[in-house]
């Protein structure tokens, strides 16, 4: 059994900064790509950081240069520094995990239960 629980949501005015957090715990042998994905209302779910075991970081288009991915492997845990915070950054923001749990076994897809990001003055 694998639980992802993510921390760090709620309100914030335009401008300012979130971090959100997620806890991986439970049977894990290797973690791959830690990912933030996030859904506003209406809208379909969008990718918006990954970070790899290695610590390449990629980000989407609307992120670049105010939110930034890390990771701290030893805590199975990844963050999300959101600065400069928008409007259009409202949604529920979730975490997404692949790792494996056991030596040869394949790659499992895991999912938080989602945190709620709110910017609105």
């Known amino acids: 059994q694998v639980r992802l629980v993510e921390s760090g949501g709620g309100l914030v005015q335009p401008g300012g900064s979130l971090r959100l957090s997620c806890v991986a715990s439970?049977?894990?042998?290797?973690?791959?790509?830690m990912n933030w994905y996030r859904q506003a209302p209406e809208k379909k779910r969008e990718l918006v950081a990954i970070?790899?075991?290695?610590?390449?970081?990629n980000y989407a288009d609307s992120v670049k240069g105010r939110f930034t991915i890390s990771r701290d492997n030893a805590q199975n845990t990844v963050y999300l520094q959101m600065n400069s915070l928008k409007p259009e950054d409202t949604a529920v923001y979730y975490c997404?995990?692949?790792?494996?749990?056991?030596?040869?076994?394949?790659?499992?897809?895991?999912w938080g239960q989602g945190t709620q990001v709110t910017v609105s003055s």
């Open positions: 997404n995990v692949k790792l494996t749990q056991l030596p040869g076994r394949g790659v499992g897809d895991y």
């Open positions: 970070i790899t075991s290695g610590g390449g970081t």
């Open positions: 439970g049977r894990i042998f290797n973690i791959y790509d």
